[in-house]
């Protein structure tokens, strides 16, 4: 079976750090765009961290800036996400999704993974 997993969330304060992993499981990751989205109570869906691993190539929407990175370990064939400097309204679900095509980061998703809550607060 194809699968994504993504965990390591959890409660953290703010200024926190947390990191998230995706690890796939059925396929390897090579040459697709592995994506974290993010959904907070009440609100839709968003982008939030996208690598593709063609060519390595990241993009962060700018809300995140400068505290998120995205980084791929291809032999455990997982990525993860380093979160820093957390705030309140990082909190969500976040999710991790699987493009076939290496250049779509946030659109048109082949493989979802179930959310893993990150929760900022003090």
């Known amino acids: 079976d194809v699968q994504l997993q993504a965990s390591g969330g959890g409660l953290v304060q703010p200024g926190g750090s947390l990191r998230l992993s995706c690890a796939a499981s059925?396929?390897?990751?090579?040459?697709?765009?592995i994506g974290w989205f993010r959904q907070a109570p009440g609100k839709e869906r968003e982008g939030v961290s996208c690598?593709?691993?063609?060519?390595?190539?990241?993009y962060n929407r700018d809300s995140v800036k400068g505290r998120f990175t995205i980084s791929s370990d291809n032999a455990k064939n997982t990525v993860y996400l380093q979160m820093n400097t957390l705030k309140p309204e990082d909190t969500a679900i976040y999710y991790c999704a699987a493009n076939k095509i290496p250049s779509y980061c946030f659109s048109d998703m082949d493989y979802w993974g179930k959310g893993t809550l990150v929760t900022v607060s003090s």
């Open positions: 690598i593709s691993n063609r060519d390595g190539s990241t």
């Open positions: 059925g396929f390897t990751l090579d040459y697709y765009a």
